[in-house]
Structures are given as structure tokens and as C-alpha cells.
């Protein structure tokens, strides 16, 4: 009872941000329609909450509350240890052997299997989860309604990014953020995907922002706040968009000429750098990384009898082995969960989602018309940034229902690049700003 008070009373102060803020007066939408999709996010980390209670019941192996749990550990040092609580809230000092001996050792999850020279974001989970027991008390409830707020935050931060690229189209783009079925159900719970959300939109709204106009400080602040939490939550996310981002500013410091060439120069040069980087960091071998990452994945799907497992090709330590597997990697991500649903109710509702965007897609780019040079630079970069996360994901990951989760921070994008090819005279409504 104690934590539902406390969660109600952050979701109060939450609906009264959402309502007073002016960063949350989205234009195109009035301050219910706003706060009733804030709801909506809390109810989906709700939903999430619910699905890992009463359908997948195995509490040490559900992401949502391993991290949960072990932070407890952490938070608990606070009390006992609070010089060993500081150093491992904040990474400093935290390879003291006194304090793995006592703290780390005792958790589930802060070692991995198989541990690399990557950073361990499970490490982020479970320091993000310490921080919130200072004001949850131990509350989960609490930890998914801030949760579920900062996904919303970070989506109105990605609607006000987008928003100057596509006038007359304020819904259509509030629809395509917020209301999509699997960016809502994975993106608003206490798990990676939520705070990717935060992140990325952050980092589109900072970024485009001081592209845009004067460099201010707060823009400067959450870029570099943005930036930070993406390099230790998920760093490859932040590296497929990052070219996306800079060949943008390059277009559109030059007047968005010679987009095409630009945006493709610039996400080559990322690749050949990236296959490169192990000359100078030889523990950063890309391809290698992503080998292992598959042979991980494949050892741990079938070692659970993961029921949505679809036996991959293995790739080879090469190049061309990559190369190779291309398009497999796209009908992985893009089409696989539609034609190889796993068992059950999940399975088969995100089988249904999947056709349905690809009708959705459909039927939006039979909705286009002529567009301006910035819109061309947007779906460019949306496009990049879907293509090499798509890659990344389908070369690495043969579990259906782990694509639908990973993909999910990447659907909106698809969808926004086929928003700024239709014509708002041929969509069925029409947006008016409001104040």
C-alpha cells in the first residue's frame, strides 16, 4: 500500500509538470492529450510490470528485476559502507578487491558470463535502479513510474527535434511516437530500452538545436548528458546514429545540397573507422565483437531452449562473411518476428504488430508527395541510423522476441522518414499548431 501512495503521489507530480511545463506543450496537441499520453506510458510500465509477474515468472533471469534486485545491494551500502556506496554509484575508485569481496560478489548480475574488453551496461541498470531507491524506499512501483516519465520526457524531447522538419503533421508525429505498441510496451518500463528513449531524444533535441540557433548552455549540458548515458547504456545505439547526426549538420550548414552524397560519404567513413579502430585499440576489433556477440547469443538461446530461437548461419572473422549476410541481417530485424513468431500470446502479437507497420509503411509512402531538401536530409538520416542498428541487431541476434525488444527505440524512426514523404494535403488529417 505504502508503495502505491508513493508511486501516486510522483505520477501527481509528474501530470503537473506535464501540464504547467511549457517543454511538454506540444504543439498540435492540448495539455489533456498530452497528460493522457503519460498515462499511457505509466500504464505500459505497468503492463510490463504485469507480464513479467504473472506470464514469464522467473524473477532472476527477467531484466526488469534482476537489476532491481541487486541494486538493493548497492543501496544498502549507504548505510553500512558509504564510502563503497559513493565509489560504486559513481565508478570511482570502485575496483577496490574490498569492495567486490563485499558488495559486487553478492550480486547476480554484475559479472557476466562472458566478459570482455566492452563496458558491462548492466552496470548502469543497476547503479540507475540504487539512485532511485533514495526516493522509493525499496518501491518498485516508484522506480516504474519515474521510469516510464523519463521515456515520456525523452520522447517529447524527439518530438520537438523532428517537429520543424514536419509542419502540418503535429499529430501524425505524436501517433508515430508515442503510440506505436512495441515502442510503448518496451520503452516506458524499468529496463535499457526506456532510457536509450531518454537519450536518444535528448540527444536529437540538443543536437539539432544548437545546429539550429546559438549555442546555449542547457543544449550544451544535455548533449553532453545525452551522449554520456548512450556511451554507457548502449553504446552501439549512439554509434549507428551518430553518422546520421553528422552528416545532417553537414547538410545543413551547406544549405542542404548534395544530401545523397553526403549522408553516404559520412556513414562510410564511420564503417571504415570502426573496421579500423582495432590498428590503434587492438582489444576493439569490430568484427570480431559482433562474432562473439552471435556465438554468445546462440550459446545462451539454446542452453534456455529460448522458444523463439531460429538457428542462424554463423558468420566467420571476416569482412566479407558480414557483408555476405546482409540481407539476412535485414529480414532478421525488419521481417523476422512476423515469420517466425514464437509460441504463445507474445509471439503472435508481435507477429501482428510487424505486419501491421509494414501495412501502415505501406500505406504512408503511397501518401507521398514533393518534399524539401530537409525533409530529404531527415529521412536520410532516420533511414542510416535504421539501417545500421538493423545490421547490428540481425547479425547478432537470433532470438525473435529479443529483436522485437532491441528494435523497438529504432520503429519511430522508419515510420518518421515515411511521415516526411507524405503530402499533408493527402494525409486524412490535417494538424493546427496550438499555442
Excluded at 537489476?67 to 543501496?75: C, E, V
Excluded at 540481425?394 to 528494435?407: K, S
Excluded at 518518421?416 to 486524412?428: E, G, H, I, K, T
Aim: glycine fraction near 8%; charge should be positive.
Amino acid at each position: 500500500m505504502t508503495g502505491v501512495l508513493l508511486a501516486s503521489a510522483w505520477l501527481a507530480i509528474f501530470l503537473f509538470l506535464a501540464h504547467r511545463l511549457s517543454f511538454f506543450q506540444l504543439p498540435g496537441l492540448s495539455r489533456w492529450e498530452i497528460s493522457a499520453l503519460l498515462l499511457l506510458k505509466v500504464a505500459a510500465s505497468g503492463a510490463l510490470w504485469a507480464v513479467y509477474t504473472f506470464h514469464y515468472t522467473d524473477r532472476a533471469s527477467a531484466d526488469l528485476f534482476k537489476y532491481f534486485d541487486d541494486s538493493a545491494i548497492m543501496h544498502d551500502a549507504l548505510r553500512t559502507h558509504p564510502a563503497d556506496h559513493f565509489k560504486m554509484i559513481t565508478g570511482i575508485g570502485d575496483d577496490d578487491p574490498a569492495i567486490k569481496e563485499n558488495h559486487y560478489v553478492r550480486m547476480n548480475n554484475w559479472y557476466r558470463q562472458y566478459e570482455g574488453n566492452l563496458y558491462n551496461d548492466s552496470h548502469t541498470m543497476i547503479r540507475y535502479n540504487a539512485l532511485l531507491r533514495m526516493v522509493s524506499f525499496g518501491h518498485f512501483s516508484v522506480h516504474a513510474v519515474i521510469t516510464a516519465f523519463l521515456a515520456f520526457l525523452g520522447t517529447c524531447a524527439m518530438f520537438r527535434a523532428l517537429l520543424p522538419v514536419l509542419p502540418g503533421k503535429e499529430r501524425a508525429l505524436a501517433a508515430v511516437l508515442f503510440l506505436v505498441p512495441s515502442v510503448l510496451f518496451w520503452c516506458s518500463g524499468v529496463i535499457k530500452e526506456s532510457l536509450l528513449l531518454l537519450g536518444l531524444g535528448l540527444l536529437l533535441y540538443s543536437w539539432m538545436s544548437m545546429v539550429r540557433g546559438r549555442i546555449r548552455s542547457s543544449h550544451l549540458a544535455l548533449l553532453l548528458f545525452s551522449l554520456y548515458g548512450l556511451l554507457f547504456l548502449k553504446f552501439y545505439v549512439l554509434l549507428c546514429l551518430l553518422p546520421g547526426l553528422v552528416a545532417w549538420t553537414w547538410s545543413a550548414r551547406t544549405g542542404h545540397k548534395g544530401a545523397w552524397w553526403k549522408f553516404l560519404s559520412v556513414h562510410l567513413a564511420f564503417v571504415l573507422i570502426g573496421l579500423s579502430v582495432h590498428l590503434v585499440f587492438p582489444g576493439y576489433d569490430v568484427i570480431e565483437i559482433l562474432w562473439t556477440k552471435q556465438k554468445d547469443f546462440i550459446g545462451m538461446a539454446t542452453g534456455v531452449n529460448a522458444g523463439s530461437f531460429v538457428m542462424p548461419d554463423p558468420l566467420e572473422k571476416n569482412v566479407w562473411s558480414f557483408v555476405a549476410h546482409v540481407p539476412h541481417a535485414l529480414y532478421t530485424t525488419l521481417l523476422g518476428p512476423m515469420f517466425h513468431p514464437g509460441a504463445g500470446l507474445p509471439g503472435m502479437v508481435a507477429a501482428i504488430e510487424n505486419g501491421f507497420l509494414l501495412v501502415v509503411l505501406a500505406w504512408m509512402l503511397t501518401r507521398t508527395g514533393r518534399v524539401g531538401r530537409d525533409q530529404v536530409d531527415l529521412v536520410l538520416m532516420c533511414l542510416g541510423f535504421a539501417g545500421l542498428l538493423s545490421l547490428v541487431i540481425g547479425w547478432t541476434t537470433p532470438v525473435m522476441g529479443a529483436v522485437v525488444r532491441y528494435r523497438a527505440p529504432m520503429i519511430p524512426f522508419l515510420l518518421v522518414a515515411a511521415l516526411a514523404l507524405m503530402d499533408p494535403s493527402r494525409m486524412p488529417f490535417r494538424s493546427t499548431p496550438r499555442p
